[in-house]
């Protein structure tokens, strides 16, 4: 069995920034592409940054620029940086992560940017 445990969501005004982590803990023998999702209310789930076991990173042109995605492989654990917060990157944030050979999802953390 695995978990991944999402924290560092929050309420920030525009132009602030917030840390997210995901962790990783179970059964796991091997942790592959990490990466976070968001979705806002009324709409579809989107990608919002992904990262490799080598740490090669990619991201949704909406959050370039202001967003760092990055893990740390003894911890099991990947981190989102959100800087330049805007009112439209409100949304709950998942983690998810290929673990071992399956994909797993967090529980979401909200974050919330007030104009």
């Known amino acids: 069995q695995v978990q991944l445990v999402e924290s560092g969501g929050g309420l920030v005004q525009t132009g602030g920034s917030l840390r997210l982590s995901c962790a990783a803990s179970g059964s796991i023998f091997r942790i592959r592409t990490m990466g976070w999702f968001r979705q806002a209310p009324g709409k579809q789930r989107e990608l919002v940054a992904t990262i490799t076991r080598d740490h090669n990173a990619d991201y949704a042109d909406s959050v370039k620029e202001r967003f760092t995605i990055s893990r740390d492989n003894a911890k099991n654990t990947v981190y989102l940086q959100m800087n330049s917060l805007k009112p439209e990157d409100t949304a709950v944030y998942y983690c998810?992560?290929?673990?071992?050979?399956?994909?797993?999802w967090g529980q979401g953390t909200q974050v919330t940017v007030s104009s």
């Open positions: 998810k992560a290929q673990v071992n050979w399956a994909d797993y």
